[in-house]
């Protein structure tokens, strides 16, 4: 029995791009990712067995009514050699602590939404991409382009090894002189942060100083991506994913191991530059990442697909087995947790690319 061969466009690959974002489109791409666009808190839908959900729906809408009116230090844009102001006495920040898929980054996008001010005076980004843009512009630069802000969102903030731990307290000390209103979510206390990464215990006065701009709020759950969902789909074989990816006009078909490979050439800030235009990732053969480094890399990768919303079909092993009893056991698990959520949401969204 004779097959026809597939006459389709060739698909795009991911390993065959390599963009250079300049530092501009960092700061113009500050803003809430296209998966949460139109979120709002009316569209926030709270689990009625976890009244902390609620609670931070009501919080976070007084804290974005609270940022109207002109800049906190007295008169939106201020000039950079004028008198600095002092900094609030009490933490102007909200830090949203929870597990996964419980609508953290919904509810941080939505007081973005909330805030009353301009898009230009909001910025909105995770703390990669906030660490990006200092290696970017630079440490004063990233200053003095973020200090007549309202409100600065930073999603999914953890401290990977000390010298994030000192820029990133040192940068925000600097904004809330300014006046920027700080918001973040993680699924870490800020008093814990970096503990099982490094020794946290000769940082603390830099982990105690960022958890001083917070006022922490807990949100309880279970991760709403799986919640009354049926389980991930099972792996597909490369001759389904290869035919899906041949069938999909702005799919990437690319190997796995030669991704991986190839993100360790480019840039964790480029990855969403790398995804540009592209409607499905498929991958053929997917293992276990071999090590801590390339794992995290598929960690951001798997986070720009996620606030992108493309969908992702597989053949091998599982998402589920991405990573090592090692790996989710150690400093980096919540990270891991993460991403495994978020491409197994993905896999669930690719379905529809196989035939039946």
């Known amino acids: 029995m004779s097959t026809s061969p597939i006459t389709e466009a060739a698909p795009l690959s991911l390993c065959a791009r390599e963009p250079h974002v300049p530092a501009d489109r960092l700061v113009a791409e500050m803003v809430p990712p296209p998966r949460f666009d139109s979120v709002r808190f009316e569209t926030y839908v709270p689990d009625p067995n976890q009244p902390s959900q609620s609670e931070a729906v009501k919080v976070l809408g007084s804290f974005a009514a609270g940022l109207g009116g002109a800049h906190a230090t007295g008169g ?6 004028a008198r600095k102001p002092a900094a609030p006495a009490a933490p102007r920040g909200v830090y949203l602590d929870g597990g996964y898929g419980v609508g953290k980054t919904h509810l941080l996008a939505s ?37 007549g802000h309202r409100l600065l969102c930073i999603d999914e903030f953890e401290l990977d090894d000390p010298g994030d731990t000192v820029l990133v307290s040192s940068l925000l000390g600097k904004l809330v002189e300014q006046g920027v209103a700080l918001a973040a979510t993680s699924n870490t206390l800020p008093g814990k942060l970096g503990e099982g990464r490094f020794a946290a215990v000769d940082f603390l006065r830099e982990i105690q100083g960022l958890s001083a701009h917070f006022r922490p709020l807990r949100i309880d759950g279970e991760d709403y991506r799986h919640r009354g969902l049926p389980e991930a789909p099972a792996p597909y074989s490369d001759e389904q994913v290869t035919k899906a990816a041949y069938a999909t006009e702005g799919a990437a078909l690319d190997d796995f191991p030669g991704l991986l490979g190839h993100l360790s050439r480019v840039h964790p800030s480029r990855y969403g530059a790398m995804t540009d235009g592209v409607k499905a990732v498929c991958l053929t053969d997917v293992q276990p990442v071999p090590d801590q480094s390339t794992a995290l890399r598929l960690v951001v990768l798997a986070d720009r697909l996620y606030d992108r919303e493309v969908p992702v079909l597989a053949s091998g092993v599982p998402f589920d087995r991405l990573f090592s009893d090692e790996m989710l056991n150690g400093g980096y698990r919540k990270k891991y947790f993460r991403a495994i959520s978020r491409l197994t949401a993905l896999a669930r969204d690719a379905k529809g690319l196989v035939e039946q």
Not at 112 to 137: Q, S
Request: no cysteine.
């Open 76 to 81: 939106g844009r201020r000039k950079w050699f």
């Open 111 to 147: 007081l973005w939404h909330a805030t009353p001010a301009e898009p230009a005076l909001k910025a909105f980004g995770t703390f990669v991409e906030l660490t990006n843009l200092v290696g970017a512009l630079g440490f004063q630069q990233t200053v003095r382009t973020l200090s």
